[in-house]
T-cell receptor
Framework: EDKVVQSPLSLVVHEGDTVTLNCSYE??????LLWYKQEKKAPTFLFML????IEKKSGRLSSILDKKELFSILNITATQTGDSAIYLC???????????FGTGTSLTVIP | NAGVTQTPKFRILKIGQSMTLQCTQD?????MYWYRQDPGMGLKLIYY???????DKGEVPNGYNVSRSTTEDFPLRLELAAPSQTSVYFC???????????FGDGTRLSIL
């Protein structure tokens, strides 16, 4: 059965800290891995990763995929209170059009 | 710039009632999805569609039905509401298989 596991489940840090969120997967015939940020409402897209070892970056956020070891990390540097959210990882296999989501990491950034 | 629009935002149902959750997108996306999100859990796929007239079951389809008569609309129907269907429901769409999904703001549904 396909599975996506995120760790840690929750995290509390102070403003300015750097955090690393983890996503490991067991998905047959991998196609892509996506990271989303979810605040009060809809998940908003952050990154889509398809190739191993290539870092995607947007401001203070970056992500990288390791297809050999079947995991991805999401890094946030110089955290701000606005980074407080649930971060979701999703994996799509080549077969079918389904996405498998992890349970998310809840990040709280304290001023 | 509406994107994916879901209605209603909140609803309370009694056990055994039926209702339709509406989802419409104005981006001409072929792919549309319905998810449910329970507390502490990730999103679980209920149904999806790759184009008008085509629908398929996801991980948790029992108790739900969908239709896709137009590209824009993808309603989700609950026929006999049960307490286990209390959840937040998200609709999403994407243009093709190489693009990420865009999500609506969700419908919070409680069944009492």
């Amino acid at each position: 059965e396909d599975k996506v596991v995120q760790s840690p489940l929750s995290l509390v840090v102070h403003e300015g800290d750097t955090v690393t969120l983890n996503c490991s997967y067991e998905v047959t015939n991998f196609r892509s891995l996506l990271w989303y940020k979810q605040e009060k409402k809809a998940p908003t897209f952050l990154f889509m990763l398809t190739s191993s070892g290539i870092e995607k970056k947007s401001g203070r956020l970056s992500s990288i995929l390791d297809k050999k070891e079947l995991f991805s990390i999401l890094n946030i540097t110089a955290t701000q209170t606005g980074d407080s959210a649930i971060y979701l990882c999703a994996v799509e296999p080549h077969t079918g059009n389904q996405f498998y989501f992890g349970t998310g990491t809840s990040l709280t950034v304290i001023p | 710039n509406a994107g994916v629009t879901q209605t209603p935002k909140f609803r309370i149902l009694k056990i055994g009632q039926s209702m339709t959750l509406q989802c419409t997108q104005d981006m001409n996306h072929n792919y549309m999805y319905w998810y449910r999100q329970d507390p502490g859990m990730g999103l679980k796929l209920i149904y999806y569609s790759v184009g008008a007239g085509i629908t398929d079951k996801g991980e948790v389809p029992n108790g739900y039905n969908v239709s896709r008569s137009t590209t824009e609309d993808f309603p989700l129907r609950l026929e006999l509401a049960a307490p286990s269907q209390t959840s937040v429901y998200f609709c999403a769409s994407r243009s093709d298989g190489n693009q990420p999904q865009h999500f609506g703001d969700g419908t919070r549904l409680s069944i009492l």
